[in-house]
């Protein structure tokens, strides 16, 4: 991509960019991938992603929906190209029609994001509640390999119920021919559970240990013109017995027996503790680098232009909204909980300027203490965003779609936070005085943004 740059104001700069037909191709693959695992759309063999949309979803011209989507994939590559770090994201103004197989010109005014100075470089002093292990999590955990772990115990011989567990022993036809994943000699079959079809537990219900009964239920065999295609299963079944579930005790005859590895219960909960407390452990850490970092935005000064607090504002709330999608919540019933519109307003422009200010901190220690990243530096700043993620394959992924500028961005920051809590006079109190905080809207964004980079 040829990217050349002209200054327009003080802080503000224009780029003239022109991608290559090639490189417009590859974005309006990135995209369309990206469209196919949004609406969960499956490639298929031997065809194109809008082949599969055309058969699908009826859409006969893929690339004019996620053309907006793809212009955005070239946008962090022009940044990357002459290394400009955005105050946020800049608007992209087509020269040319976008097609694919041609070149794309389009310029942008970047907006540069500012430096400030701190009033004071000088160790900050703070004092944090003191870690305390929380047991319960590893109560909880056994309360939850006991639910998953029911035995069922034979009980007195009555009609089958709604909700009843019972042994079966059946065989299942097909025109004939057996269907083996349905024959079976001893079964735990729960009803009303939705393992088999409607009708299958509609004919158990009312049967007897040791009654046996003929019938027929329609199930779905196979796919036609993707849809499932419904076939009537001849089905013959006995009830061996009627049975109850059990959740089991957890104790060292129940551990020997199933989990080998631990010697006893006890063996079980020290391996639970090693786990959980170092979780415990690394949130305890960013507290309290959260706390020191909090402390150094006191020393921040300057004015923080009007249009970065509202595209910034912008983006979290943008950020929020998918979180809040992903976890089965509606935008009103959030802002509900957190106090109303008004409230919640107040408290999301408060959050802004946080996000705002701590970021604009670190990045004037990291200048001030003349700081570099190693691999290390940007491999640990991968991890932050996604610890499930290799921070290898992530930092290539990144720098490979143009996205280095943020991830340096991100590294740079993190080392600056560290830099700064391991300088810090820490002074631990003396008794806790309330639960471990919990998360901030700030925070939560701060997430997401690190991982949308």
Request: hydrophobic share 40%.
């Amino acid at each position: 991509m040829r990217v050349t740059e002209k200054k327009l104001t003080d802080g503000v700069i224009k780029l003239d960019c022109e991608a290559t037909a090639q490189e417009v191709n590859n974005a309006l693959r990135e995209a369309a991938e990206g469209f196919a695992a949004q609406m969960g759309i499956r490639p298929q063999v031997g065809k194109t992603i809008a082949e599969v949309c055309q058969e699908t979803m009826g859409i006969t011209d893929l690339d004019k929906i996620i053309e907006p989507n793809a212009i955005e994939v070239l946008m962090p590559r022009a940044l990357d190209r002459r290394n400009l770090v955005p105050a946020f994201p800049p608007k992209v103004t087509p020269s040319v029609k976008f097609e694919r197989g041609k070149k794309f010109s389009f310029t942008m005014d970047v907006t540069v994001k500012p430096t400030y100075e701190l009033t004071s470089y000088e160790p900050v002093e703070v004092t944090v509640q003191p870690f305390v292990f929380d047991e319960s999590v590893i109560d909880r955990q056994l309360e939850d390999i006991a639910k998953n772990s029911l035995v069922y115990e034979v009980i007195d011989p009555r009609p089958l119920q709604e909700g009843d567990a019972c042994s079966l022993a059946m065989k299942c036809t097909d025109e004939g021919e057996e269907i083996k994943a349905l024959t079976t000699k001893d079964r735990t079959y729960v009803l009303g559970r939705g393992y088999m079809p409607e009708g299958f537990d509609e004919a158990l219900l009312g049967m007897e240990p040791g009654q046996t009964k003929e019938f027929t239920f329609d199930a779905p065999l196979g796919m036609e013109d993707g849809k499932a295609v419904m076939k009537p299963i001849q089905c013959t079944v006995t009830v061996n017995s009627v049975q109850k579930e059990v959740v089991p005790v957890i104790d060292d005859a129940w551990v020997k027996a199933n989990m080998p590895m631990f010697a006893s219960l006890q063996a079980l909960r020290d391996d639970m503790r090693r786990v959980f407390e170092a979780q415990q452990r690394e949130a305890y850490e960013g507290y309290v680098q959260q706390m020191a970092v909090g402390k150094l935005t006191s020393r921040f000064e300057g004015r923080i232009a009007d249009e970065i607090y509202e595209a910034t504002r912008t983006h979290l709330m943008q950020n929020l909204r998918a979180e809040l999608q992903q976890q089965g919540m509606t935008w009103e019933q959030f802002v509900a909980a957190n106090g109303g519109e008004q409230q919640f307003g107040m408290m999301l422009m408060m959050q802004t300027r946080e996000v705002l200010v701590q970021g604009f901190c670190l990045d004037a220690v990291y200048r001030h203490e003349r700081m570099t990243l190693t691999d290390k530096d940007l491999e640990d700043a991968c991890y932050g965003m996604n610890p499930q993620a290799n921070p290898k394959m992530m930092r290539q992924q990144l720098e490979d779609s143009g996205r280095g500028f943020a991830l340096r961005e991100t590294a740079e920051r993190l080392k600056a936070a560290r830099f700064v809590t391991a300088h810090a006079v820490i002074t631990t109190a003396e008794t806790l005085e309330s639960p471990a905080p919990q998360e901030t809207i700030a925070e939560v964004e701060a997430d997401a943004k690190a991982a949308e980079n």
